[in-house]
T-cell receptor
Framework: ETGVTQSPTHLIKTRGQQVTLRCSSQ?????VSWYQQALGQGPQFIFQ???????GRGNFPPRFSGLQFPNYSSELNVNALELDDSALYLC??????????????????FGPGTRLTVL | AQSVAQPEDQVNVAEGNPLTVKCTYS??????LFWYVQYPNRGLQFLLK??????LVKGSYGFEAEFNKSQTSFHLKKPSALVSDSALYFC?????????????FGKGTTLSVSS
């Protein structure tokens, strides 16, 4: 069983650029979530994909967008980068469905994160 | 509004002593609570969760947490701390305004265990 992986590990961009971060979910998981963790803060929910469709979104502007692919890998795209976008971006996967309603409360498994620096 | 509070930025304990990391929450419905740990340059690792049932939840690495509905608390505990337990600990609650499994996290508590 492979864990959640993310790429790249670190990334430096300049203000106004666009960036794509990638995540490979844990084997067998069908749900992927993305979180932003600013320095000294807890992770904040960006959005979630379930079976390739967005099924939840946090308080982030539309320039944050994503995709989930049939193999349950995922991308986070951020356009028009701002300095405040500098953060650790975490991907998390979980298995939802097949065990009843309580499966929505299964734990999420996190990747190591991508550290984005915007200059 | 839903929220999670971790009132202590840092907790210091000596190795072998019991430890407690505090968490309080605010939700309108049933709380679904989680604890995660983060080591430097690594993602979050799941420790334990409370969904329903016994108020005392046992988790990984000897950790446990006590759910207290009247005090809206979910404190993380361990009977005997290890130096290797030193890390950043996050309490989280399922976001009931989202359809899926989105979590609302506290700001985190740094646990420092001295030898």
């Amino acid at each position: 069983e492979t864990g959640v992986t993310q790429s790249p590990t670190h990334l430096i961009k300049t203000r106004g650029q666009q960036v794509t971060l990638r995540c490979s979910s844990q084997s067998g998981h069908n749900t992927v979530s993305w979180y932003q963790q600013a320095l000294g803060q807890g992770p904040q929910f960006i959005f979630q994909y379930y079976r390739e469709e967005e099924n939840g979104r946090g308080n982030f502007p539309p320039r944050f967008s994503g995709l989930q692919f049939p193999n349950y890998s995922s991308e986070l795209n951020v356009n028009a980068l701002e300095l405040d976008d500098s953060a650790l971006y975490l991907c998390a996967s979980s298995l939802v469905g097949g065990q009843g309603a309580l499966s929505f409360y299964n734990e999420q498994f996190f990747g190591p994160g991508t550290r984005l620096t915007v200059l | 509004a839903q929220s999670v509070a971790q009132p202590e930025d840092q907790v210091n304990v000596a190795e072998g002593n019991p430890l407690t990391v505090k968490c309080t929450y605010s939700v309108s419905g049933n709380p679904y609570l989680f604890w995660y740990v983060q080591y430097p340059n690594r993602g979050l690792q799941f420790l334990l969760k409370y969904i329903t049932g016994d108020n005392l939840v046992k988790g990984s690495y000897g950790f446990e947490a006590e759910f207290n509905k009247s005090q809206t608390s979910f404190h993380l505990k361990k009977p005997s701390a290890l130096v290797s337990d030193s890390a950043l600990y996050f309490c989280a609650v399922r976001d009931e305004n989202q359809a899926g499994t989105a979590l609302i996290f506290g700001k985190g508590t740094t646990l420092s265990v001295s030898s």
